[in-house]
């Protein structure tokens, strides 16, 4: 007989696409599954940091002298008035994109932060890093030893509730060279975030909550895309950290 344990630990809390073929194997050590897809590699862990870890890294990410993150209405800082809340460790940004020929402000706020020379482009835009804090620091210590990736940066996006979202595509600039390791982080509410190889062959959803990590390695950025869907019954905001080794400047550098 199964023992509890094994019970919620031994099966994926999701569904993966009949015909697939994914090879999926626990990983005790580090509380998580390893899921080999077609071109790509996922770790998924849903309780990687604990609450309290989690709890606190929230409490971090957000604090700031102005007023109290937990009962602040969001949309009202957007734009230009998101500066005049002073965050103490997280540099957040209204970002404006150029998309379809315009600039759109993005429907989340954005930060990123990095060893000095890590600069990322995408969109039109161009992001020069903040540096390191301590709580940046020791999640990225967590994720390096068990992707054995050595990152150097990291891109924190926050979804004020279920109206930000972020349409499909595929971490594959070329500074992120030819098979990327990317470490997602999430803390707050808990988003469905979808997968798709890029024929439209296969699509895999999953839930990322409060404290989970989702490693995508291999030639994975090459050959599937993914998304964060709107999902407007969620009322509570979302942090996502996506770590990334940046190889040298961007072509637009
Ligand atoms: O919020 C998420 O889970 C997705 C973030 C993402 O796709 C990205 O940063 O490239």
Redo the contacts with the bound molecule.
């Keep these: 007989m199964e023992s509890l344990q094994q019970q919620k630990t031994s099966r994926l809390p999701f569904e993966l696409p009949v015909g697939l073929n994914a090879n999926v194997s626990w990983d005790p050590a580090d509380n998580g599954f390893w899921i080999d897809v077609p071109r790509g590699r996922l770790f998924y862990a849903p309780d990687f940091f604990g609450h309290h870890y989690s709890d606190r890294s929230l409490d971090y990410l957000l604090a700031n002298d102005t007023l109290d993150w937990r009962t602040a209405n969001w949309r009202d800082y957007e734009h230009e008035a998101l500066e005049s809340v002073r965050f103490r460790h997280i540099a957040w940004q209204h970002q404006q994109v150029f998309i379809y020929g315009q600039y759109r402000y993005q429907p989340r706020y954005t930060a990123w932060h990095g060893e000095a020379g890590a600069e990322y482009g995408y969109s039109g835009i161009r992001l020069k890093p903040r540096p390191w804090n301590a709580c940046l620091d020791s999640i990225r210590q967590r994720l390096q030893a068990v992707s054995g990736t050595r990152f150097n940066a990291v891109?924190l996006?926050w979804?004020r509730d279920g109206r930000d979202a972020?349409g499909w595509?595929a971490?594959n600039e070329p500074e992120l060279g030819p098979r990327p390791s990317?470490a997602?982080v999430?803390f707050g509410a808990e988003?469905d975030?979808h997968l798709r190889s890029n024929d439209k062959r296969w699509k895999i959803s999953l839930p990322?909550g409060h404290g989970s990590v989702?490693l995508m390695q291999g030639a994975m950025q090459h050959h599937w895309q993914?998304?964060?869907p709107k999902r407007l019954r969620v009322t509570e905001l979302?942090l996502?950290l996506?770590f990334r080794t940046v190889l040298e400047p961007g072509p637009d550098h």
């Design positions: 891109l996006n979804y972020m595509h971490d990317i997602s999430s988003r975030f990322l989702l993914h998304a964060l979302r996502n996506t």
